[in-house]
């Protein structure tokens, strides 16, 4: 993405999809933010768009984040955003100028473990903002995608990214809304929010139950040099680990 001043001291925002998240697909909508408010809702086709200075001046802080988030619905349901922070060289600055606004937050899917002998299902995302002093992290499944809830209020101002891995127990075939929200109530009160959503397919074969000890190495994915000891761990029995 690139950002430039324009002829009336506004910006001229350009960008393709494929020059920061490579091999990408075609996205169906693209949003285009400043400072994590929604300004303009595109369609695919367009790569490029101009801020009036008036909008710029509007905002009231000096500098405005760029934000350009492109939309799959999926499945599963993706967004992607790049952001540009850009200082505002003319026009007038009003309101809490020493106080940055929130970003919207980008948020991606780290990974998804299946259920094995060893692990419970778990999910993980990534987010990240720029300058926020409260946020969550609302998650669950299609049905009820609020029913679970992390806060990610920071402990300090540098605190601006992490990771959050499910706690909860997951059922297979199912998807799970990831909701991210923050805000800045030092600028504003108004929550930021980004949603991804992450489907659980299958959870890994069952454990067959066999005598062979080596057999059961193999499909609980312990190396097959493990020793008894580490194996057996507290059950101190090796047959009721087996056999159940």
Known sequence: MMVFSSADGGFDVQWGVDTFFPDSDEPEKVFVDLNGLTFKEL???????EVPLAVINALGSPTVT?????????PPAEELQSSVVMPVGTGAVTGNAGVFPAMKPIVTLVGIQPRTANKPSAITIAWRTNNHNDGNIFWG????????????????ASVTSGTFTTDRPLTANT???FTVEV??????RQWLATTVVAKLATEAPAVVRTSSLR???????RPLTSSLAAVVG???????????
Do not use: E, K
């Open 43 to 49: 369609d695919a086709d367009q790569d490029s768009v």
């Open 66 to 74: 760029v934000s350009v988030s492109f939309v799959w619905s999926g």
């Open 141 to 156: 499944p299609a049905s009820a995608p609020r029913s679970f809830v992390r806060n990610i209020r920071p402990a300090n």
């Open 175 to 177: 998807q799970y809304f």
């Open 183 to 188: 805000r800045n109530t030092l600028h504003s």
């Open 215 to 221: 057999q059961f190495l193999q499909q609980t994915g």
């Open 234 to 244: 507290p059950t101190r029995s090796l047959r009721a680990l087996i056999l159940g």
